[in-house]
Nanobody, 115 residues
């Protein structure tokens, strides 16, 4: 089983920075891609950034150059460093991990960017 817990969300002014962290308290073996998605009310959940088990990242166009994803396989953690934040980055951010073809999700953490 995979048990993901996010932290680091909060309120920040536009232009500011925030780092989200996600820890897997479950099995750390055979974790494939990990990543971050976000969702605002009334809209579908969207991919923000993902990273493979060998460290290859993928970013949504809207966050390229502003966000950076990293992971520590030994600790089974994935972080998302967010800078130059914009009000449109406001959302609930979810951590996700794929293991044996199944996606496991955290409970989400709220990020609010004020203008």
């Amino acid at each position: 089983q995979v048990h993901l817990v996010e932290s680091g969300g909060g309120l920040v002014q536009a232009g500011g920075s925030l780092t989200l962290s996600c820890v897997n308290f479950g099995s750390i073996f055979s974790i494939d891609t990990m990543g971050w998605y976000r969702q605002v009310p009334g809209k579908a959940r969207e991919m923000v950034a993902t990273i493979t088990d060998v460290g290859s990242p993928t970013y949504a166009d809207s966050v390229k150059g502003r966000f950076a994803i990293s992971r520590d396989n030994a600790k089974s953690t994935v972080n998302l460093q967010m800078s130059s934040l914009k009000p449109e980055d406001t959302a609930v951010y979810y951590c996700v991990a794929n293991r044996y073809g199944l996606d496991y999700w955290g409970q989400g953490t709220q990020v609010t960017v004020s203008s």
